[in-house]
């Protein structure tokens, strides 16, 4: 049987606060639960593509980040008023990936995601997060909370390099969107992206037990 997947104690100064940090949580099960199914129909194939399919038997597969999503999305709809991609408020022609309204109708809450299928993150994937963030600052409103949803593997053996790897990526975004125009002044005169958040889950690839690792950094908020 599969362990649940592990979220606390949360390893950073400014964790999510409890509602938010829950939604994360039931989002880190629902990926769980379609990682153990998809592993499983995986495995009972017989043809040609068995054997190549046994390389990423679970989510470690070449999934979208907007199949994450989609699964975040159905997690989130029993507890919160989810939306997914709708447009940002200052930018219709743009999509934000997932999102949640407040009583008001408004954008409470902003998320963008990305998913890497590797477990160090490169130049390529900074710049890549450094354009979500420059949209989450100029295309929602001050009102606004702006997240990155983050995803990537993880060796289990060394589940501490997942934390230290959270908190430079987010230092080296802090740094390099600093200047950024929609940035505002700092909680508490914090960085401008924070670690809040980071769970995993245990999964395969290849032949080896690899953690599935969401970490989620606010922006500005």
Same mark, same amino acid.
């Given at each position: 049987?599969a362990?649940?997947?592990v979220?606390t104690p949360?390893? /950073?100064?400014?964790?999510l ?6 939604? /994360?949580?039931r989002?880190?099960l629902?990926?769980?639960?379609e990682?153990?199914? &998809? ?6 194939r ?7 399919d ?7 597969y ?9 699964m975040? /999305? ?17 930018d ?6 997932? !999102?949640?309204?407040?009583r008001?109708?408004?954008? %409470?809450? !902003? /998320? ?8 160090g ?12 963030v420059?949209? &989450? ?8 909370e702006?997240?990155?949803v983050?995803f990537w593997w993880n060796?289990p ?6 934390v230290?790897? %959270?908190?430079e990526l ?9 200047n950024t ?5 700092r ?9 809040r958040?980071?769970g995993?889950f ?6 080896a ?13």
């Amino acid at each position: 049987m599969a362990t649940l997947p592990v979220s606390t104690p949360c390893p /950073f100064e400014r964790p999510l606060d409890h509602d938010l940090a829950g939604l /994360f949580d039931r989002a880190l099960l629902e990926l769980q639960r379609e990682d153990g199914e &998809l592993a499983t129909r995986m495995a009972a194939r017989t043809d040609r593509q068995h054997a190549a399919d046994q390389e990423h038997p679970g989510l470690t597969y070449w999934v979208y980040e907007t199949t994450l999503v989609y699964m975040m /999305f159905k997690a989130w709809l029993p507890s919160c008023d989810a939306v997914w991609e709708p447009p940002y408020p200052l930018d219709s022609k743009h999509h934000v990936d997932i !999102a949640i309204r407040g009583r008001d109708g408004h954008l %409470a809450r !902003a /998320f963008e995601a990305k998913w890497w299928n590797s477990a160090g993150v490169d130049q390529y994937i900074k710049d890549v997060l450094a354009t979500d963030v420059g949209r &989450l600052l100029t295309k929602t409103s001050a009102t606004t909370e702006r997240y990155l949803v983050l995803f990537w593997w993880n060796t289990p053996a060394n589940r501490e390099h997942a934390v230290e790897q %959270a908190r430079e990526l987010a230092q080296a975004l802090s740094t390099k969107c600093a200047n950024t125009s929609g940035a505002g002044p700092r909680h508490g005169g914090g960085a401008l992206v924070q670690p809040r958040y980071l769970g995993w889950f245990d999964t395969r690839r290849r032949t080896a037990v690899v953690d599935f690792v969401m970490s989620v950094m606010s922006v500005d908020c």
